[in-house]
């Protein structure tokens, strides 16, 4: 007993721990935290182990150094938390780490040599979170730099159409290739507009969201006030016909119009945005191959199952196959699917996992939406309210485009399903983004 009474002595290992994870005064949200962490884990090494057993009928045998490095990873991340974020959500993170391993999980059982490299850009994606959270000490020093932020989006946007670095994968020109290394810059892009956006409508928004009549709000926006729409309508159409690219061109757009409706409660916008999507995706469809290949996929992909409808086909059958509880981790034939473990991930899991694996990934994403949104009602500052919940609509607009396009609700928009697809780029990106709603969240909650 200690000199209260009331508890037990500590034993020196017992109060060796508490240093190293830093509890020195209780805290409720980090313990549930780490408790979930800990489930997160016992799923992800139960699923590597079941996966192995279906496919090779033996335990990997590289359990222990998994094991070992999925332990550390989440560790660091904790800890990091518990000493840089201590107020901080304690859903995110666990749920990011589930997400991330189970896509771990099958890729490994897709492609061995892709999931060395994802257990890498893992391993970089939570030191990047760490060193977020180290620079970023409050979300209002984003504010300071908004128009470098944004610049340095702008830069990103148009680095793959630059000779002699942009690289044409799949007819995308998304990627860059510097070195060894190849990746696709929007990812980072994506957060420095967001930052940006928020920033520049929280300063605009009394003139973008009640322009006056003389002594009476107006109901009609006045004309230099949807200058900011238009532009960026015809940017994405620009980077849709230069790059080829129809999803991140379509993210942006919706990230801007989601943000200046936030800021300014105008459905006017929302409305007028409404009109210009469906009039760029009208000029896209007649002027680009690329927009019209996959319009008519989507919306008759067996008339084309030998050649450009092949993919799609195959992830239909791929879920079919799956029904509600799945074949089996190790004991479907999701390979067949063409780029399966980037774009049609979503698909390998419905196979292997069923409809049951594939509700828990969208339960999942439904969690990160949902403690994105609380973040954002807490944030203490109107910028950080907006940017929590332009982040959030990016990991929400992302993860819905891909499943909905799998699923065949939307055309397929070549985005990856966040922190489960193979690709360092989004992996990296997203684990900034959740480092900056912890940020948010942590002053908020302090």
Same mark, same amino acid.
């Given at each position: 007993?200690?000199?209260?009474?009331?508890?037990?002595?500590?034993?020196? !290992?017992?109060?060796?721990?508490?240093?190293?994870?830093?509890?020195?005064?209780?805290?409720?949200?980090?313990?549930?935290?780490? +408790?979930? #962490?800990?489930?997160?884990?016992?799923?992800?090494?139960?699923?590597?182990?079941?996966?192995?057993?279906?496919?090779? *009928?033996?335990?990997?045998?590289?359990?222990? $150094?998994?094991?070992?490095?999925?332990?550390?990873?989440?560790?660091?991340?904790?800890?990091?938390?518990?000493?840089? *974020?201590?107020?901080?959500?304690?859903?995110?993170? $666990?749920?990011?780490?589930?997400?991330?391993?189970?896509?771990?999980?099958?890729?490994?059982?897709?492609?061995?040599?892709?999931?060395?490299?994802?257990?890498?850009?893992?391993?970089?994606?939570?030191?990047?979170?760490? @060193?977020?959270? @180290?620079?970023?000490?409050?979300?209002?020093?984003?504010?300071?730099?908004?128009?470098?932020?944004?610049?340095?989006?702008?830069?990103?946007?148009?680095?793959?159409?630059?000779?002699?670095?942009?690289?044409?994968?799949?007819?995308?020109?998304?990627?860059?290739?510097?070195?060894?290394?190849?990746?696709? $810059?929007? &990812?980072?892009?994506?957060?420095?507009?967001? @930052?940006?956006?928020?920033?520049?409508?929280?300063?605009?928004?009394?003139?973008?969201?009640? $322009?006056?009549?003389?002594?009476?709000?107006?109901?009609?926006? &006045?004309?230099?006030?949807? +200058?900011?729409?238009?532009?960026?309508?015809?940017?994405?159409? #620009?980077?849709?016909?230069?790059?080829?690219?129809?999803?991140?061109?379509?993210?942006?757009?919706?990230?801007?119009?989601?943000?200046?409706?936030?800021? /300014?409660?105008?459905?006017?916008?929302?409305?007028?945005?409404?009109?210009?999507?469906?009039?760029?995706?009208? !000029?896209?469809?007649?002027?680009? *191959?690329? !927009?019209? &290949?996959?319009?008519?996929?989507?919306?008759?992909?067996?008339?084309?199952?030998?050649?450009?409808?092949?993919?799609?086909?195959?992830?239909?059958?791929?879920?079919?196959?799956?029904?509600?509880?799945?074949?089996?981790?190790?004991?479907?034939?999701?390979?067949?699917?063409?780029?399966?473990?980037?774009?049609?991930?979503?698909?390998?899991?419905?196979?292997?996992?069923?409809?049951?694996?594939?509700?828990?990934?969208?339960?999942?994403?439904?969690?990160?939406?949902?403690?994105?949104?609380?973040?954002?009602?807490?944030?203490?500052?109107?910028?950080?309210?907006?940017?929590?919940?332009?982040?959030?609509?990016?990991?929400?607009?992302?993860?819905?485009?891909?499943?909905?396009?799998?699923?065949?609700?939307?055309?397929? /928009?070549?985005?990856?399903?966040?922190?489960?697809?193979?690709?360092?780029?989004?992996?990296?990106?997203?684990?900034?983004?959740?480092?900056?709603?912890?940020?948010?969240?942590? &002053? +908020?909650?302090?």
């Amino acid at each position: 007993m200690n000199a209260g009474g009331s508890t037990l002595a500590q034993t020196p !290992v017992q109060a060796g721990w508490r240093r190293v994870l830093h509890l020195g005064s209780p805290n409720k949200r980090r313990t549930t935290e780490f +408790g979930l #962490l800990v489930i997160s884990i016992i799923i992800t090494i139960s699923a590597y182990i079941i996966a192995s057993l279906g496919h090779t *009928a033996s335990i990997p045998g590289n359990i222990l $150094p998994i094991l070992i490095a999925m332990l550390a990873l989440s560790l660091a991340a904790h800890i990091g938390n518990r000493k840089l *974020a201590p107020n901080a959500d304690p859903v995110i993170l $666990p749920i990011a780490s589930l997400l991330n391993g189970l896509g771990f999980v099958m890729i490994t059982r897709l492609d061995y040599h892709q999931a060395i490299l994802q257990a890498i850009w893992s391993t970089v994606g939570v030191a990047l979170y760490l @060193v977020t959270l @180290v620079l970023v000490r409050n979300s209002s020093v984003l504010d300071r730099y908004r128009y470098l932020l944004a610049g340095g989006g702008i830069l990103l946007l148009i680095m793959p159409l630059v000779p002699g670095i942009g690289v044409n994968i799949n007819g995308t020109r998304l990627w860059i290739h510097v070195g060894s290394l190849t990746f696709q $810059p929007v &990812e980072a892009a994506k957060l420095m507009l967001a @930052v940006f956006f928020s920033s520049y409508f929280v300063e605009k928004r009394e003139l973008l969201g009640h $322009p006056l009549a003389g002594n009476k709000k107006s109901t009609i926006i &006045e004309p230099r006030a949807l +200058g900011p729409i238009f532009v960026a309508w015809v940017v994405s159409l #620009l980077i849709m016909t230069a790059e080829h690219d129809v999803g991140f061109s379509l993210l942006i757009f919706l990230l801007f119009i989601i943000t200046i409706w936030l800021a /300014t409660s105008r459905k006017t916008y929302l409305f007028l945005g409404g009109i210009l999507f469906a009039v760029g995706a009208g !000029v896209g469809t007649l002027l680009f *191959a690329h !927009v019209k &290949e996959r319009l008519v996929i989507w919306l008759d992909p067996w008339k084309y199952a030998a050649n450009i409808g092949y993919q799609l086909i195959q992830g239909q059958y791929a879920l079919g196959f799956g029904g509600v509880g799945g074949t089996g981790l190790g004991r479907g034939h999701p390979g067949i699917i063409p780029v399966v473990s980037s774009d049609f991930i979503f698909a390998a899991i419905g196979e292997e996992m069923g409809l049951l694996g594939t509700s828990a990934i969208v339960f999942a994403f439904l969690l990160i939406v949902g403690s994105g949104l609380r973040i954002a009602l807490r944030a203490k500052n109107d910028f950080s309210k907006l940017l929590a919940a332009s982040l959030t609509a990016i990991i929400g607009l992302q993860s819905f485009f891909i499943m909905a396009g799998i699923t065949r609700i939307l055309p397929l /928009t070549g985005v990856t399903l966040p922190f489960v697809a193979y690709g360092g780029s989004s992996l990296v990106a997203n684990y900034v983004l959740i480092a900056i709603l912890m940020r948010i969240s942590n &002053e +908020g909650n302090s």
